[in-house]
């Protein structure tokens, strides 16, 4: 057919260009309408993660650059955004981390995968994110977020990843999390949003302020670290 | 495109409802009044994929059908109960009346969802479905009574082979009818219209259907398509007369209509 210059041309050009693979230019409009969207739509349908993942992205343009420049001003949190690592089931030594000792980073990471029956696999890549820094720094979030429930000690059921984003949600100052976290407990019964409000939920924000920033840590170069001991060194109280 | 309308099946109903705001119902219908087929006829919906046309007709069709009956039957007042029963059963046969719709998609998933709607619809006669490309049919000449397109000619690459296809395959008296997003020539409602497909459309499919990248592609397609009257000279090209078009809510979508003869 021939081609036609519509003025959508237009309105496309405006120097935007793809600054990583998978990244989709926004403007200010669709960045609104795409946050107010997907909030409805991941509230809706619980699993649609791919509507969380895009939340975060659309409303996370004060806390990235925050998290971002904690990072950098962090030995380890600088070497990360140097060398970018990645953790996903090609690069990890499953193997090896299975033979670590009982009560290690390493082994009880891959015992959660396990009990759980996740992987590390299933991580939306980011979209919207309008920088290329601050899409790692997401998808470092997100790839980490098992190894939260792992030092935390939480389960993936409902109950679990709500007081994660308890705990993301102090360390991260998303506003994903925070929603996640003050929305998450709807679809839950009574007698857990007891046991959530009188011991769970404190000891998350308890343990969110005292920690130190938990995406300042190699954790690749940590395996072999008791779990224990990481715990106490960022400040993260045992779990109730 | 193949690619755009795989992702794109599951959830296309859902989407055009959102995207349209359930307008396109309403052109549906529009197309399917002007059209006024009666029972007998032979319809090839082209690119007709979840069935939206081909459910239309047989409705359109019956209820002609049943208007038929019923001055029929009134006609016939003093027959006793056991002959008026006995026509019933004669004219059940035919609730259709031989009308049939063939839908012909290039898509295998789009035939599955229409099949499917169609099963839980309760539409079972009447009705065929048939994997083909709309610029080379496989169907044999002067076999149709009326065949349209709705929403579907703009995907196709060459649309000069669809409507030489069309004529051919259309019978001499026969209909072509095409219901297509066209031209707004109004300078503000243009903009508005630009505004919503842009900024609007896409977030609609990220977020109902997972996917933005088709739904940007769709409202491209839209821009790139030829207007009215640019569309009105490639169907007379194609051999067909007494072309004529009529735009439906300012032109953001128009009926197309053209006779072999």
Same mark, same amino acid.
């Given at each position: 057919?021939?081609?036609?210059?519509?003025?959508g041309?237009?309105?496309?050009?405006?120097?935007?260009?793809?600054?990583? %693979?998978?990244?989709?230019?926004?403007?200010?409009?669709?960045?609104?309408? =795409?946050?107010?969207?997907?909030?409805?739509?991941?509230?809706?349908?619980?699993?649609?993660?791919?509507?969380?993942?895009?939340? +975060?992205?659309?409303?996370?343009?004060?806390?990235?650059?925050?998290?971002?420049?904690?990072?950098?001003?962090?030995?380890?949190?600088?070497?990360?955004?140097?060398?970018? %690592?990645?953790?996903?089931?090609?690069?990890?030594?499953?193997?090896?981390?299975?033979?670590? %000792?009982?009560?290690s980073?390493?082994?009880?990471?891959?015992?959660?995968?396990?009990?759980?029956?996740?992987?590390?696999?299933?991580?939306?890549?980011?979209?919207?994110?309008?920088?290329?820094? =601050?899409?790692?720094?997401?998808?470092?979030?997100?790839?980490?977020?098992?190894?939260?429930?792992?030092?935390?000690?939480?389960?993936?059921?409902?109950?679990?990843?709500v007081?994660?984003?308890?705990?993301?949600?102090?360390?991260?100052?998303?506003?994903?999390?925070?929603?996640?976290?003050?929305?998450?407990?709807?679809?839950?019964?009574?007698?857990?949003?007891?046991?959530?409000?009188?011991?769970?939920?404190?000891w998350?924000?308890?343990?969110?302020?005292?920690?130190?920033?938990?995406?300042?840590?190699?954790?690749?170069?940590?395996?072999?670290?008791?779990?224990?001991?990481?715990?106490?060194?960022?400040?993260?109280?045992? %779990?109730? | 495109?193949?690619?755009?309308?795989?992702?794109?099946?599951?959830k296309?109903?859902?989407?055009?409802?959102?995207?349209?705001?359930?307008?396109?119902?309403?052109?549906?219908?529009?197309?399917?009044?002007?059209?006024?087929?009666?029972?007998?006829?032979?319809?090839?919906?082209?690119?007709?994929?979840?069935?939206?046309?081909?459910?239309?007709?047989?409705?359109?069709?019956? @209820?002609?059908?049943?208007?038929?009956?019923q001055?029929?039957?009134?006609?016939?007042?003093?027959?006793?109960?056991?002959?008026?029963?006995? @026509?019933?059963?004669?004219?059940?046969?035919n @609730?259709?009346?031989?009308?049939?719709?063939?839908?012909?998609d290039?898509?295998?998933?789009?035939?599955?969802?229409?099949?499917?709607?169609?099963?839980?619809? +309760?539409?079972?006669?009447?009705?065929s479905?048939?994997?083909?490309?709309?610029?080379?049919?496989?169907?044999?000449?002067?076999?149709f009574?009326?065949?349209? /397109?709705?929403?579907g000619?703009?995907?196709?690459?060459?649309?000069?082979?669809?409507?030489?296809?069309?004529?051919?395959?259309?019978?001499?008296?026969?209909?072509?009818?095409?219901?297509?997003?066209?031209?707004?020539?109004?300078p503000l409602?243009?903009?508005?219209?630009?505004?919503?497909?842009?900024q609007?459309?896409?977030?609609?499919?990220?977020?109902?259907?997972?996917?933005? $990248?088709?739904?940007?592609?769709?409202?491209?397609? /839209?821009?790139?398509?030829?207007?009215?009257?640019?569309?009105k000279?490639?169907?007379?090209?194609?051999?067909?007369? $007494?072309?004529?078009?009529?735009?439906?809510?300012?032109?953001?979508?128009?009926?197309?209509?053209?006779?072999?003869?």
């Amino acid at each position: 057919p021939r081609g036609r210059d519509g003025r959508g041309g237009e309105e496309e050009e405006e120097g935007w260009y793809q600054l990583y %693979p998978g990244h989709i230019p926004t403007s200010p409009l669709q960045k609104a309408l =795409l946050a107010a969207g997907s909030a409805v739509m991941a509230l809706y349908d619980p699993y649609r993660h791919d509507m969380v993942a895009v939340l +975060g992205e659309t409303t996370g343009c004060l806390a990235l650059p925050n998290l971002r420049d904690k990072m950098k001003n962090h030995p380890e949190g600088y070497r990360i955004l140097q060398e970018r %690592p990645r953790i996903r089931l090609s690069t990890l030594d499953m193997a090896r981390l299975q033979g670590l %000792p009982d009560g290690s980073l390493g082994r009880e990471y891959v015992r959660f995968l396990e009990d759980n029956k996740v992987s590390p696999d299933t991580r939306m890549p980011p979209k919207f994110v309008d920088d290329e820094e =601050l899409a790692y720094v997401i998808q470092r979030y997100r790839e980490v977020h098992d190894l939260m429930h792992t030092l935390l000690g939480m389960p993936t059921n409902m109950l679990g990843e709500v007081v994660v984003k308890w705990f993301e949600a102090i360390q991260t100052g998303l506003p994903m999390c925070v929603l996640g976290a003050a929305f998450g407990p709807v679809r839950l019964s009574t007698r857990k949003l007891q046991v959530l409000a009188t011991e769970l939920v404190p000891w998350a924000i308890r343990s969110g302020l005292n920690a130190s920033c938990v995406l300042n840590v190699y954790y690749e170069q940590r395996w072999e670290q008791p779990v224990e001991s990481l715990r106490a060194e960022l400040g993260i109280f045992p %779990p109730p | 495109v193949y690619q755009v309308f795989e992702n794109v099946a599951k959830k296309y109903d859902v989407m055009n409802d959102s995207m349209t705001l359930g307008i396109h119902r309403v052109w549906k219908d529009i197309l399917m009044h002007k059209m006024n087929p009666c029972p007998g006829t032979l319809l090839l919906d082209v690119a007709g994929g979840t069935g939206d046309i081909a459910f239309r007709f047989i409705n359109y069709v019956r @209820s002609v059908q049943q208007r038929q009956l019923q001055r029929k039957l009134q006609h016939h007042q003093n027959l006793s109960w056991q002959e008026i029963f006995e @026509s019933y059963q004669k004219d059940k046969f035919n @609730s259709l009346g031989d009308s049939q719709v063939v839908v012909c998609d290039i898509n295998r998933e789009m035939l599955k969802v229409g099949k499917q709607k169609a099963q839980h619809l +309760g539409y079972s006669e009447g009705l065929s479905w048939v994997l083909g490309n709309a610029e080379e049919l496989p169907f044999d000449d002067d076999k149709f009574d009326v065949y349209t /397109i709705a929403f579907g000619i703009r995907n196709v690459t060459r649309i000069d082979l669809a409507l030489q296809e069309a004529y051919r395959v259309l019978k001499p008296g026969g209909r072509f009818l095409c219901l297509e997003f066209s031209h707004v020539s109004n300078p503000l409602l243009s903009r508005l219209y630009d505004l919503y497909s842009f900024q609007v459309i896409p977030v609609l499919g990220e977020v109902i259907a997972g996917d933005w $990248k088709s739904y940007q592609y769709l409202v491209e397609s /839209i821009r790139q398509f030829p207007p009215q009257e640019e569309l009105k000279a490639m169907i007379e090209d194609a051999g067909f007369f $007494k072309v004529d078009y009529e735009n439906l809510n300012f032109g953001i979508v128009a009926i197309h209509s053209g006779f072999k003869l």
